[in-house]
């Protein structure tokens, strides 16, 4: 347990977070699609070694989580991708759930897959140098959702993921994610958000679960996306903390949010709000995807010249979030110029 608790305390470091870099192949199609860039083994392999060889960004980036595919590939020296994120200093992760699919009887809603043969792709997984893992289950917000069928299966699913995580020696980081999309209010997002929450901390609990070597990756509380008069910074801030406050231990480390389809200068301003609220009983931090990697995409459409430029907005975008983790971030800084 101390090595877990060292390594999920390392993964929240002052300053840094964590880059979500753990698109399934059906997800990174989409991203390439967007820059216009065909999703090849190739083109995925050159993408996520831009990303990882940027200079520098390991004074913000403590982690990254791999793919079933990128923690196999290597990057263009030859060098496979966990060893060359472990040089760096940064702790190479895996996501190991199989997706969200439809869950039995429960029209709208999920239930994550991938706990039969876990215990042994842990064992694989951490012989390529994994040390932490990561677990997502989605739930959405409408009249009578979430269902206390798919809120207390997933976090049993959560659980039995964790649990096996541990035993194999790797930090769990646990995945609730309320889905931010719809018309709803920012009360009606925060209710679901401490239901999902309690049942996962339940069972957790119940599941033996040590907290002190876990990590969680939440939602914020937004309004929905297509909601009218949706709640600002100050308001997202106050009613996350008040969520997580009501409905997270103590002994968890650190909260690594994902940005959920928030831009990325939300996703920062918001982090650094709560910080700024500080200081907390646990760390708070970030586990982006999208909103860590959307300029670093745009800049770089697949060309071999372009790569510089996308490592800059990548390593500008990475610095920013550092900033947001001290409440030391300021929207002006968004305009600083990204360094030749
Ligand atoms: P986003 O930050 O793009 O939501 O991705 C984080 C993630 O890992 C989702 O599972």
Not at 157 to 173: K, N
Request: net charge negative; charged share 25%.
């Amino acid at each position: 347990m101390d090595e877990l608790e060292k390594t999920a305390r390392a993964l929240v470091a002052e300053g840094k977070g964590i880059l979500a870099a753990d698109e399934s192949t059906g997800t990174i199609k989409k991203r390439l699609d967007s820059i216009g860039v065909e999703s090849t083994e190739e083109t995925r392999r050159a993408y996520r070694d831009l990303l990882f060889t940027t200079d520098g960004v390991e004074e913000f980036i403590s982690g990254v989580i791999l793919f079933d595919e990128t923690i196999r590939q290597s990057g263009a020296e030859g060098t496979p991708f966990p060893k060359l994120l472990d040089t760096k200093g940064i702790i190479p992760g895996i996501k190991v759930d199989l997706g969200a699919k439809p869950l039995a009887l429960a029209p709208g809603e999920t239930i994550t897959e991938g706990l039969d043969g876990l215990r042994v792709r842990f064992e694989e997984y951490r012989g390529l140098g994994a040390r932490f893992a990561k677990w997502r289950g989605t739930y959405s917000i409408a009249a009578d959702r979430p269902s206390e069928y798919c809120v207390w299966t997933n976090a049993h699913a959560l659980a039995r993921y964790a649990a096996l995580c541990q035993e194999a020696g790797l930090v769990p980081i646990v995945e609730p994610e309320v889905l931010m999309d719809g018309t709803h209010t920012l009360a009606e997002s925060a209710k679901a958000t401490g239901r999902v929450l309690q049942a996962l901390y339940t069972e957790l609990h119940d599941q033996r679960v040590d907290f002190r070597g876990t990590l969680l990756k939440p939602n914020m509380v937004l309004s929905g996306y297509e909601a009218a008069n949706r709640a600002g910074v100050d308001e997202v801030a106050d009613a996350t903390l008040d969520v997580l406050y009501r409905h997270v231990p103590a002994a968890v480390p650190g909260i690594v949010f994902l940005s959920g389809g928030q831009t990325d200068e939300d996703a920062t301003a918001h982090l650094n709000a709560m910080n700024r609220r500080g200081p907390h009983p646990w760390q708070l931090s970030f586990s982006y995807g999208r909103a860590l990697q959307a300029p670093a995409l745009k800049a770089w459409v697949g060309k071999p010249e372009n790569v510089e430029a996308a490592q800059r907005a990548f390593y500008h975008r990475a610095k920013l979030n550092g900033a947001a983790r001290t409440g030391m971030y300021a929207p002006e800084m968004e305009r600083e110029a990204v360094p030749a």
